[in-house]
Nanobody
Framework: QVQLVESGGGLVSPGGSLRLSCAAS????????MGWYRQAPGNQRDMVAAIISGDRPRYADSVKGRFTISRDNNMVYLQMDSLKPEDTAVYYC???????????????WGQGTQVTVSS
């Protein structure tokens, strides 16, 4: 069983910063990609940032220059600076995981953490 648990969300004023963390645990033989999506009320879930194995980090245009994704083994982080009200959403961590010795990968998701940017 693979679990992803996010932490670090909360309420912040415009221009402020937050750091999200996500820990992958359970039976894990390998992790390919890890990253973050977000979903605001009434909107679809969109990619925010991702670390693709063997490639450069990718960012949504709306967060380039403000957000930074990093990874340390089974942890992935999202440093969010210069936050704007439009960044308000539930943020979900995902990981592309090999859960058994068989060379197959599956996507797993965290439960989400609320980020609210408001004065």
């Amino acid at each position: 069983q693979v679990q992803l648990v996010e932490s670090g969300g909360g309420l912040v004023s415009p221009g402020g910063s937050l750091r999200l963390s996500c820990a992958a645990s359970g039976t894990i033989f390998g992790i390919n990609d890890m990253g973050w999506y977000r979903q605001a009320p009434g909107n679809q879930r969109d990619m925010v940032a991702a670390i693709i194995s063997g490639d450069r980090p990718r960012y949504a245009d709306s967060v380039k220059g403000r957000f930074t994704i990093s990874r340390d083994n089974n942890m992935v982080y999202l440093q969010m600076d210069s936050l704007k009200p439009e960044d308000t959403a539930v943020y979900y961590c995902y990981a592309n995981v090999q859960p058994t010795i068989a060379p197959r990968y599956y996507d797993y998701w965290g439960q989400g953490t609320q980020v609210t940017v408001s004065s």
